[in-house]
């Protein structure tokens, strides 16, 4: 699944307004996917982020709600989504995904601090190398 990003900085502000477009078609996809009975691998990048965070937070505010798990890995990269204390809209959207995700990985910046366990993420890595090293490859 992919949607539709400008890809140049001084069009941020119309890419945040396209990826809320994007939402509802990915929650279809993923719908369409967990009826099916896959179980999936889901990787995000920036805004995309924010994209499968909220669709997922939808998913779960409906009365069908996909099975337990059905995403094995939710690679979160360089994510894109508010952690003010004030707006953390981060971790609430992770809160309401978590019961469709077996493993959280998240690549960057909003993972607990050092000595500050979170349950709702699985792995936090820094980099490339320290990915690595976390998984044992």
């Given at each position: 699944f992919s949607w539709s990003s400008e890809g140049r900085e001084s069009r941020y502000v119309?890419?945040?307004?396209h990826?809320?477009?994007?939402?509802?078609?990915?929650?279809?996809?993923?719908?369409?996917?967990?009826?099916?009975?896959?179980?999936?691998?889901?990787?995000?990048?920036s805004v995309g982020t924010r994209v499968v965070l909220s669709a997922l937070a939808s998913m779960a505010a409906h009365d069908d709600p996909?099975?337990?798990?059905?995403?094995?890995?939710?690679?979160?990269?360089?994510a894109d989504v508010g952690v003010e204390p004030a707006n953390n809209d981060f971790?609430?959207?992770?809160?309401?995904a978590k019961p469709f995700v077996r493993r959280t990985t998240?690549?960057?910046?909003h993972g607990p601090q050092e000595g500050e366990p979170d349950d709702r993420?699985?792995?936090?890595?820094?980099?490339?190398?320290?990915?690595?090293?976390q998984l044992g490859a």
């Open positions: 119309a890419d945040i307004e990826s809320a477009y994007a939402t509802p078609l990915l929650e279809a996809f993923l719908r369409a996917l967990a009826r099916e009975r896959l179980r999936i691998d889901v990787l995000a990048h996909p099975p337990e798990n059905f995403i094995d890995q939710l690679i979160l990269a360089a971790f609430h959207l992770l809160d309401d998240e690549w960057g910046a993420i699985d792995i936090v890595a820094k980099d490339f190398e320290d990915l690595a090293a």
